[in-house]
Structure formats: C-alpha cells, structure tokens
C-alpha cells in the first residue's frame, strides 16, 4: 500500500460519487431489494488492526446477497474438508452471470463451475452442517458473530421471504443438481438456507471488517482467533479474484486488482491481504449486476493506494 489510507477524504469521495446516481438500476428480482433507498452511498476501510474510516452509508445496513458465499464456502470447507467440497464444486470461472444454468449440463462431470455462481454456492450451503434451515443458518450467524465479535448480524426475514418466494430459477439449479446427485437432501430447505443466508445484514464497517478477516489470513480481527485456516482464507481469496465479480472479474482485476465479491444489493466486499477489508456500498447495478457506485470507489481506492495484486 502507498500513502495512508486516513488521511483521505472519503466524504469528497461519496460527495463525488453522487454524479454517478442517474446509472444502473436497483436489483428487481428479489421484490423487496427494490424497496431499499436507492441514492445510498457507503465507502469502509478497516486494516487488520481494526482501525476503521468510513463515510456515506447514511442508510446503515444492506443485506449480503452474494457476498455470503465467501462465508459459506469457508464454513463448508471446515465443516467438510477441502477435498468433499471440490469433489462437488468446481474451481473454473464461468464467463456467464451467476445465475445461469447452462454450464450445468454441457459440463462434464456436471457439476457446478465454481462456489461463487448460484448452481455452486446452493451446493455448499447444502455441504453445511445442520438438519434443518434453522440450524444451519444459526451456524453461518454464529460463524459470522464470531467473525466480526458481534453478534447483531441478523437475518433481513423480509427479504429472504420475498427471496423465497420468487426463486423459480435457484429452485431449477437445485433440481437440475439433486437429479445429478451434486447435492442430496430437501430443496426447500436447502433454498430457505440459502436465501437466508444471502439476507444476512450487515452495515458498511461489518462488510468491512469481514474483508479483513480475509485479509488478515482466516484471524479475526477483534480476538485475534484462527478461525480458518490461512490456507482456506487463500482459498476463499482466489475465488473472489477469478469468480467473484462474475462475469466482469477480468476487467475488475485489471482495474481495480484486488480480491472482491459483489452481491445485488450493490455491495462489494475487498481484500487486500495483509492490509485490510474494504466495504463498499451503493443499489443501482450495472448489467453485470455489479453496484456502478461501488466498483468506481472501489477503482479509486485502489488506484489511489495502489492496492491492486498484480
Ligand atoms: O441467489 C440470488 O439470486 C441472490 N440471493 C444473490 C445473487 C447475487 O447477489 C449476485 N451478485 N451480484
């Protein structure tokens, strides 16, 4: 990293960042994303010694969506080992957008490509340990608490209702995957995991410091605990970089250069290793759905920083 990260102004930054409000739109297939205030803006750094700056985000929490893959892939593979986890789950980028189901069947062996997709992320929440929507999901919370040392991360039930209830396409990957003997169990519950997961809700600094814990190699920032091994935190890291930004990752790393994971709520999730966690905040999406606003103070925190990998 070049320069200190405290001594810039964020606030200009979000001021800045507001001309960008009239591009992309808020997600609309999940009916209640769309009810969120769409003109949000939050930008977060904390380093791995817990310092934080942060500015914007006026609006306080967002849910993960597809951002908790990260953390319910590092939960599947302690819960069943590296080796279960990819006998089910590839590690190839796709270079479609994450809720397609056709490399489902032209792959052979027909698994999913890679944890970050939907077809992939369903089959590691069904890899977490539970025998119920509820205890799996009160595992990846905990996991969560234990992750931030805080424990009022929750589940957004109203999202994931209307999540639930609209998800013809996640239920057909699942299907499409249970027919092939990817994933075992009952789909409905599996799913009622799954969108649960993805309505955990978090503010801008949580985001944050939930990229650190990447950062700081699977250690917790506030107790300083090796939750997860370095090696699954690298794991984890290496997804965000080939498949984490979906269908955008290429140009992502060659712009912005640092492991990230995006959800449709318009937050993206960074991690600069040995350094710190970046949250970033804001609904309207590009096509890709990746948040406009996000991957802009994303870009200019790195290029200003020089945070990028490569
Ligand atoms: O499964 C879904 O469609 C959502 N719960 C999550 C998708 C998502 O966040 C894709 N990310 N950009």
Avoid at 123 to 133: L, Q, R
Avoid at 140 to 161: P, R, W, Y
């Amino acid at each position: 990293m070049k320069g200190n990260v405290y001594e810039l102004q964020l606030e200009d930054w979000v001021q800045e960042a507001k001309a960008l409000l009239n591009q992309g739109e808020v997600a609309s297939y999940i009916p209640a994303l769309q009810k969120v205030p769409a003109n949000c803006i939050g930008i977060s750094f904390v380093d791995i010694e817990g310092r934080t700056i942060h500015a914007g985000a006026e609006c306080q929490t967002f849910t993960l969506q597809s951002i908790s893959k990260v953390v319910a892939l590092a939960l599947a593979l302690l819960d069943q080992g590296e080796e279960y986890v990819f006998s089910k789950v590839g590690m190839e980028p796709t270079g479609d957008p994450f809720h397609s189901i056709i490399k489902l069947e032209t792959s052979k062996p027909s698994i999913p490509l890679n944890p970050m997709i939907n077809a992939g992320a369903l089959a590691v929440t069904s890899m977490i340990k539970g025998n119920s929507a509820d205890s799996k999901i009160n595992r990846i919370k905990s996991f969560i608490h234990q992750i931030l040392g805080d424990d009022t991360v929750d589940v957004n039930e109203g999202v994931a209702q209307s999540e639930f209830e609209t998800a013809f396409l996640n239920r057909s990957l699942l299907y499409f995957m249970k027919q092939g003997k990817v994933i075992d169990g009952d789909v409905e519950m599996i799913l009622d995991t799954y969108t649960k997961q993805c309505s955990l809700e978090v503010n801008i600094d949580q985001l944050a410091l939930l990229g650190a814990f990447f950062a700081n190699g699977g250690k917790t920032i506030p107790s300083g605990k090796q939750l997860l091994s370095e090696h699954y935190a690298q794991i984890c890291k290496t997804f965000m970089v080939t498949c984490g930004m979906y269908d955008a990752s290429g140009e992502f790393a060659i712009k912005v250069g640092i492991p990230a994971k995006s959800g449709v709520s318009g937050a993206i999730m960074g991690s600069v290793k040995g350094v710190g966690g970046i949250g970033v905040y804001s609904p309207r999406l590009n096509k890709k759905g990746n948040s406009v606003i996000g991957l802009y103070l994303m870009e200019k925190l790195s290029k200003r920083l020089d945070l990028s990998i490569f």
